[in-house]
């Protein structure tokens, strides 16, 4: 099959660098950029009705920029002054550095997974074992994290401060894709939500992360590209190896 015309269920990238703009020009696709999911707030109220106290801990896990957005959004609603001696954590470089939008990056005390996965945080948590930890993340539980956490070393509170829910499709909005790439379980399920007797076919289905590649096999979907491999990190040179060898194979034909 000739794939033509791509689905990347992420936002379209702010830089024209982006590999996903030579992979559009090298193979002569189409990729349309279109989250299936989308975030929304915790209010407050709603934050407050979990009985954690932000102040009570002296050291923040994040494990996305969309929780170091909702922490300091609702420090701010709740009129909370986050002292300079707090200690962030986080999953990866790209999500610690996004702090700099809201603290002075050089003053604070900022640590990170060396390789951008939340296991290997763990053993940096471990070496700050005394902290009281906060972690801040979506309504949507992740098994496997919270079971990593809950077998560490370290002491935690979950602090719930955004939802993540399905970003409808329009009735009239075309869905004629030859491949759908998606990042988190949450992305599958909003897919079979909008398009409930969706069926696959010909389509092919790309994913990263072994939680995300489990939940396309738990809805009975195939999974024709899974990220990461060996010698293949990122999904953009996954997408780059896959379709060489998809004009290689139409060649042969």
Known sequence: MKIKKILVSQPRPTTEKSPYFDIIDKYSVKIDFRPFIKVEPVTAREFRS???NILDHTAIIFNARHGIDHFFRLCEEMRITVPESMKYFCVSETVALYLQKYIQYRKRKIFFSPTGKFPDLITVLNKHHEEKFLYITSDIRNEETMSILENSKVS????????????????????????????SPAGIKSLLENFPNFEQGEIQIGCFGAITAQAVRDSGLRLDLEVPAPGVPSMTM???????????NNGKK
Not at 238 to 248: I, R, T, V
Request: no cysteine; aromatic share 20%; proline share 5%.
């Open 50 to 52: 979990q009985h954690v």
């Open 156 to 183: 935690f509170s979950q602090g719930i401060m955004y939802r993540t829910v399905s970003n409808n499709f329009a009735p009239d909005e075309p869905f004629d894709y030859d491949m759908l790439i998606f990042f």
């Open 238 to 248: 996954a997408l780059d190896n896959y379709l060489k060898e998809a004009k290689k």
